[in-house]
């Protein structure tokens, strides 16, 4: 049974870059896609991106110029960077595994890592 | 980028009642169509995806349907523990998005 694991330093302060990891366990790293999801009362759940197993990314338009999907298939561990937060960053941000086509949706989710930009 | 909008976005339902939620596409998605399933405190889960397809070990009294623009996931009878938020998720088109959410409360 794969799990995803997320981790994060939980506060961030205005205009650093938040960093987080997810280990993938249990399972394979190749042939997915490796989705970043966020979730906020503001704004629901958001699509940030997704990375694959061979390095190809695609981000949300809206947070693309702030974000740097990566991946580690040697660790099997995944990376996010959001650079020069704000408040409206603050989420809890999800690790998500999909199948080989979008159309299959998402299947595993990691507990959330939350996180805070504060001063 | 499109728009999914739920309805309703709260519902207050009894054990044993069927219940259908609606999620509309700003265009049309093909039935590029998940649907998830949001307990609280806890991480989404797949219940559906192409619309209509159940994930695997998804209980049976719950279905999709739908085409084009609009779509419904139905609970067939409500049980304890369908009591949870759930999302419509386009895959359809980038930027991913999902609908806002229909909280399911007991009455």
């Known amino acids: 049974q794969v799990q995803l694991q997320e981790s994060g330093p939980g506060l961030v302060k205005p205009s650093e870059t938040l960093s987080l990891t997810c280990v993938v366990s249990?399972?394979?790293?190749?042939?997915?896609?490796w989705y970043w999801i966020r979730q906020s009362p503001e704004k629901g759940l958001e699509w940030i991106g997704f990375?694959?197993?061979?390095?190809?990314?695609n981000y949300n338009a809206s947070l693309k110029s702030r974000v740097t999907m990566s991946v580690d298939t040697s660790k099997s561990q995944l990376s996010l960077k959001v650079n020069s937060v704000t408040a409206a960053d603050t989420a809890v941000y999800y690790c998500?595994?999909?199948?080989?086509?979008?159309?299959?949706?998402?299947?595993?989710w990691g507990q959330g890592s939350p996180v805070i930009v504060s001063s | 980028d499109i728009q999914l909008t739920q309805s309703p976005s709260f519902l207050s339902a009894s054990i044993g009642e069927r219940v259908t939620i609606r999620c509309r596409a700003s265009?049309?998605?093909?039935?590029?169509l998940a649907w998830y399933q949001q307990k609280s405190g806890k991480a989404p889960q797949l219940l559906m995806y192409?619309?209509?397809t159940l994930q695997s070990g998804v209980p049976s009294r719950f279905s999709g349907s739908g085409s084009g623009r609009e779509y419904t996931l139905t609970i067939s009878s409500l049980q304890p523990e369908d009591f949870a938020t759930y999302y419509c998720?386009?895959?359809?088109?980038?930027?991913?998005?999902f609908g806002g959410g229909t909280k399911v409360e007991i009455k």
């Open positions: 990375v694959l197993y061979g390095g190809g990314t």
């Open positions: 192409g619309a209509s």
């Open positions: 249990g399972g394979s790293i190749s042939n997915y896609y």
């Open positions: 998500v595994r999909g199948r080989s086509n979008h159309f299959y949706g998402m299947d595993v």
């Open positions: 998720q386009q895959v359809n088109s980038y930027p991913l998005t």
């Open positions: 265009q049309d998605i093909n039935s590029y």
